[in-house]
């Protein structure tokens, strides 16, 4: 999880930077193909199952929501948003994956659980600052439709693991194919900016197609076997802490002291979600 966090931090600062050279969709679209690509060749030289897991029909909706739609939604807000507001009303995604959990898989929060959203919560609020407005209102609205599609999509990934139990790497490799047919329609569909061919367009793909999509999503998808929905979603709060520090060391935008404070609080909240069993059985 921590290497997910560190290869999707950087990510949004990639992302935002593609905005001027590729639109939207096409940055979708070309990433998962590029994706697909480099994971279906790993199958084959490590001699893994290739063939798309079943049901196909649960494997395309979490395509539909985790793996495009949330990767459209936000990417659309951050033509008209900072990547900093984004990216931390993108991860109130958490907060949908426990709704969602708890109505379809039945992972009902425990206390614990609740202090957890609750100081994770304050922590937001103390980043996005909503009192100072939220920049513009569509690239907000979007950011938080992803953060929703992403939560609906990764239960359901946790659905699939817990009922068929397919092989990691096989099931991330159809998800960038499925994720990148989603999209193509909508680059027919919606208008979009020229292509600028330049150095800057070929190194950010590279990164977002190899290190943020290939290797993210496999590691992320290995995080959401592994663990509770509740928790895998507490734990990618660290990517909006990771992306308000490297805009600290890397854009000169120093944090004020309600966004440190915010990043505090989310943190509290990440451990008492990821001690939530230990504390249990300790009061038990």
Known sequence: MALTVALWGFSWIAMKSLTGYIGPFDLVMSRYAIAFLVLFAVLLLSRQPWACPRPYGLNLWIAVFQTSG???????????GGAGQVVTLAYTMPFWAALFAWLILGEQPTRWHMLGFLLAGVGLVGIVAPWRGLGSLTGSLLALAGG???????????????????NVLTLTCWQMFLGAVVTFPLTLIFPQRPVVWAPELFWGVA??????????????????????ATVAGMSSLGVPILTVVLAWFLLGERPTWLELTGVGFIMSGLLVVNLAPVLDRSRG
């Open 70 to 80: 949330f990767q459209c939604l936000c990417q659309l807000a951050l033509v008209t």
């Open 148 to 166: 929703a599609s992403w939560g609906l999509g990764m239960v359901l990934a946790k659905k699939m693991f817990q009922r068929y139990r397919p």
């Open 207 to 228: 990164y977002m197609s190899v290190g943020a999509s290939a290797l993210g999503w496999w590691l992320w998808m290995s995080v959401v076997r592994r663990v509770s």
